[in-house]
């Protein structure tokens, strides 16, 4: 049954799509800006509080008369904002890999130099020996400063050190359809190029949500970027059931970069209290340039029924923590758990899905900005450094 409704919708998708004419595409092309302006939630970062947003790619979005087109326009329309949590929900074959999801290096600017600040264990990064305080010195034999120039040249805007850290993150993940050429330096050696695939090449659907093990007199909790699968909460449950009375529980969140649902990281927070409790500031711009008054909200977590653990919690984190993890660390930080490891991926705030009008093409970017009950932005979190 439900084969054959998922290729009733499919066959419905390739219908519309068909009867639709390239002036269809070019409007929903042209409409990006306009929904971005209205809803996107960190304007602020930008001159006159815009999307910056000139008239080369204005002269593009009336040339779109295709999907494919749509989406290339769409992709490079939200690549302006040099955020991370801005994507599309569609891709093509050679579009620009994910950063943090299919990333394995987080790059900082530091002066002249593009630092290596953390690689993913266990991807070809880390398997090709690059390492933390390393520099990358070229992508695809061209340097790194004049590819990070030309990135943003295409677009039509000037490099900034923020937009100069974000093309060097993307570039180095390079098109998710080839492989990466990537010049690395380290120290006053002469920089060393590897040949690596991108991170679309594995298959990780046979992991399972979560592993568990007794370590040191813990009980070790590594969530798989599983955040957004329902199956996590069973999982986790089972693993907690296992837990001694007053046991020290470690969560591992290094390795959630794809975000989730608010219903897996209440079912996991919900553990940890006995009564509700606050965990998360919500702000909605939007709101108030529409109508002058400002929204905000503050989200609890409820205990559940039957599960409640009293012993101390330990989360570790890292640049693969984004989104929904990051969410997850603040409210353990909120409710005194101890958060430590390195600087989370400070993907902003929380992200909507919009459907393109004509096309139902979906575009995603964050529309809420969120913040520790302390009051601080989540993306500036900074956790405590590793007890050993």
């Avoid at 919708?9 to 929903?28: E, I, K, N, R």
């Avoid at 040949?195 to 992991?207: A, G």
């Avoid at 409710?335 to 919009?354: C, F, K, P, S, T």
């Amino acid at each position: 049954m439900l084969g054959s409704m998922m290729l009733a919708a499919a066959a419905m998708l390739q219908a519309h799509q068909s009867s639709l004419t390239p002036a269809d595409y070019a409007a929903d092309a042209r409409s990006i800006e306009s929904l971005i302006n209205a809803n996107y939630a960190y304007l602020e970062r930008f001159p006159g509080g815009k999307m910056p947003i000139g008239e080369k790619l204005r002269a593009e979005a009336a040339a779109v008369d295709s999907r494919d087109a749509l989406i290339r326009y769409a992709e490079r329309a939200l690549t302006v904002l040099a955020d991370h949590h801005a994507i599309t929900g569609s891709s093509l074959k050679d579009s620009w890999g994910l950063v943090p999801s299919y990333s394995d290096l987080w790059i900082e600017k530091r002066g002249t130099d593009y630092a290596i600040t953390a690689v993913r264990p266990d991807t070809p990064a880390s398997k090709a020996g690059i390492a933390p305080g390393d520099r990358l010195t070229a992508v695809g034999g061209f340097a790194i400063g004049a590819a990070v120039e030309g990135f943003w040249t295409d677009l039509d805007l000037p490099v900034t050190p923020e937009r100069a850290a974000f093309a060097a993150r993307v570039l180095a993940i390079g098109r998710r359809s080839v492989p990466r050429s990537l010049s690395v330096a380290r120290g006053g050696a002469p920089p060393r190029t590897s040949e690596l695939p991108n991170l679309y090449y594995r298959d990780l659907l046979d992991r399972p949500v979560l592993s568990a093990i007794e370590q040191r007199d813990a009980l070790w909790i590594r969530v798989n970027d599983s955040l957004g699968n329902d199956r996590t909460i069973a999982a986790f449950d089972a693993a907690m059931e296992r837990a001694q009375p007053r046991q020290r529980i470690i969560i591992d969140l290094t390795d959630t970069p794809g975000g989730g649902n608010t219903s897996v990281a209440r079912a996991i927070l919900g553990w940890f209290v006995a009564k509700p409790t606050q965990y998360q500031v919500h702000n909605l711009p939007a709101e108030e340039r529409q109508t002058g008054i400002a929204r905000q909200w503050i989200e609890q977590v409820l205990p559940r029924p039957g599960k409640l653990h009293g012993g101390p919690v330990t989360v570790r984190v890292g640049r693969w923590t984004g989104s929904m993890g990051e969410g997850l660390a603040i409210a353990f930080d909120a409710i005194g758990a101890r958060v430590e490891g390195d600087r989370m991926a400070g993907l902003l705030g929380a992200i909507h899905d919009y459907p393109l009008e004509k096309s139902g093409l979906v575009i995603k970017f964050p529309t809420e900005r969120l913040f520790h009950v302390n009051g601080t932005p989540r993306e500036r979190f900074e956790p405590k450094p590793i007890r050993r």
